[in-house]
T-cell receptor, first 110, second 114 residues
Framework: TQLLEQSPQFLSIQEGENLTVYCNSSSVFSSLQWYRQEPGEGPVLLVTVVTGGEVKKLKRLTFQFGDARKDSSLHITAAQPGDTGLYLCAGLQGAQKLVFGQGTRLTINP | GAGVSQSPSNKVTEKGKDVELRCDPISGHTALYWYRQSLGQGLEFLIYFQGNSAPDKSGLPSDRFSAERTGGSVSTLTIQRTQQEDSAVYLC????????????FGSGTRLTVV
């Protein structure tokens, strides 16, 4: 059983479209991270959200942490081919243990 | 170096052999994690070290897996009697304790058991 469920697992859309990726759990996390991973590389941290209801924006990317700190979403506006990659959410349990979702593989077609 | 360094980057081994994977964390980072990633999947937690505290080994899949961290710096993940299902990318990450996030991963070691 996956502690963090990401959906969709695969998403292929056209350049310029908007999309949302979801990360859901029945557990409460002290913080939640979103990463992007390219082939052959380790995950690169995009954002950390800590407070329930928190919204953070990073250019065309908007991240939201659920009020109960159990879920999160990543919204991309006007997707570009350079956004293609594996997006991972990860929740911090307590002070130390970081658990990951299974990832969303995003493909943006020109 | 400025980042987390892992070696080797690729390792092909025969079934039944032992392997050692190395992680050099960022200098001064007190916390170190090992994760395993199967092809195209999310990361599976293996083990966590924090300073001189007892490591959290709750993610190690079997007693064939072990890890140590010497002097609070370099860490070695050892897999004994490797099996084909051990084939994966093994990722290491380090951070400061209490930072509330893990922001620096190495590029991983791709292990293939044939």
């Amino acid at each position: 059983t996956q502690l963090l469920e990401q959906s969709p697992q695969f998403l292929s859309i056209q350049e310029g479209e908007n999309l949302t990726v979801y990360c859901n759990s029945s557990s409460v996390f002290s913080s939640l991270q979103w990463y992007r991973q390219e082939p052959g590389e380790g995950p690169v941290l995009l954002v950390t959200v800590v407070t329930g209801g928190e919204v953070k924006k990073l250019k065309r990317l908007t991240f939201q942490f659920g009020d109960a700190r159990k879920d999160s979403s990543l919204h991309i506006t006007a997707a570009q081919p350079g956004d293609t990659g594996l997006y991972l959410c990860a929740g911090l349990q307590g002070a130390q243990k970081l658990v990951f979702g299974q990832g969303t593989r995003l493909t943006i077609n020109p | 170096g400025a980042g987390v360094s892992q070696s080797p980057s690729n390792k092909v081994t025969e079934k039944g052999k032992d392997v050692e994977l190395r992680c050099d964390p960022i200098s001064g980072h007190t916390a170190l994690y090992w994760y395993r990633q199967s092809l195209g999947q999310g990361l599976e937690f293996l083990i966590y070290f924090q300073g001189n505290s007892a490591p959290d080994k709750s993610g190690l899949p079997s007693d064939r897996f072990s890890a140590e961290r010497t002097g609070g710096s370099v860490s070695t993940l050892t897999i004994q009697r490797t099996q084909q299902e051990d084939s994966a990318v093994y990722l290491c990450a380090s951070t400061f304790r209490g930072r509330g996030t893990v922001d620096t991963f190495g590029s991983g070691t791709r292990l293939t058991v044939v």
